[in-house]
Each structure stands twice: as structure tokens, then as C-alpha cells.
């Protein structure tokens, strides 16, 4: 995938409502925006848009439910999300576990 897919996923649930929002889908085995605007401090055109844009990364799809459209967690586009969030933050583990070691170095070597 490219990096600016990637990049409109971290963004997608970089933002705490979103993040909300999915943590609502996937207890709820899914919701109208209805029904999640009445769980949220946001107004339900405001959820609509945030819908949409999680649905625009493929981290929820929308079915149609009578009048209503009922959006689910894609549970494989969440699992990659997770793993990105993984290894980045492996990544920086390893970063930090560097910086760690030179400062230790250096601190060593200071006169005592």
C-alpha cells in the first residue's frame, strides 16, 4: 500500500472522536449515526462526517438498514491499522532503547 493510504489511516484514527466511534461499532456489533450521535458529545451530522471518513480508509462500511445505514467495523482493515501502530511503535522502542544506552555511555564517562 502507499504511503499516502497509510498516512489517511493514522489520520483517520488519529482523531479521538473517531476512535470513540469505533470503540462504539465494535461493542455494539455496529450503529446508525443515530444511534452513535446519542453516545457522543457531537451532533449526528458531525458523526456522519466523521463516518465518512473512517469509511473512505475501509475501517467501516456502511449497509443499508430500513431508512437508516448501519455502519460495521471492517475488522481486517482495523487489524492492519493495529499492526502499523505495532511496529511503529517497536520502532521507537529501538530508538529509545539507543538513546538510553548513549546517555548511559556518557553519563559513565563523566568524571565523578
Known amino acids: 500500500m502507499s504511503t499516502a493510504i497509510d498516512d489517511d489511516l493514522w489520520?483517520?484514527?488519529?482523531?479521538?472522536?473517531?476512535?470513540r466511534m469505533?470503540?462504539?461499532?465494535?461493542?455494539?456489533?455496529?450503529?446508525?449515526?443515530?444511534t452513535l450521535?446519542?453516545?457522543l458529545p457531537v451532533t449526528r451530522q458531525a458523526v456522519?462526517?466523521?463516518?465518512?471518513v473512517l469509511d473512505r480508509v475501509g475501517l467501516v462500511h456502511m449497509r443499508p438498514a430500513g431508512r437508516e445505514r448501519r455502519y460495521e467495523v471492517d475488522e481486517a482493515q482495523l487489524a492492519r491499522?493495529?499492526?502499523?501502530?505495532?511496529?511503529?511503535?517497536a520502532t521507537w522502542d529501538a530508538r529509545l532503547q539507543r538513546i538510553k544506552?548513549?546517555?548511559e555511555r556518557i553519563q559513565s564517562n563523566k568524571p565523578g
Request: hydrophobic letters at 45%; glycine letters at 12%.
Open 101 to 103: 544506552r548513549i546517555a
Open 11 to 19: 489520520s483517520a484514527v488519529g482523531d479521538p472522536t473517531r476512535r
Open 48 to 52: 456522519a462526517k466523521h463516518l465518512g
Open 37 to 39: 450521535s446519542e453516545r
Open 81 to 89: 491499522a493495529i499492526a502499523q501502530l505495532s511496529a511503529v511503535g
Open 22 to 34: 469505533l470503540d462504539l461499532l465494535l461493542a455494539h456489533g455496529g450503529a446508525t449515526a443515530t
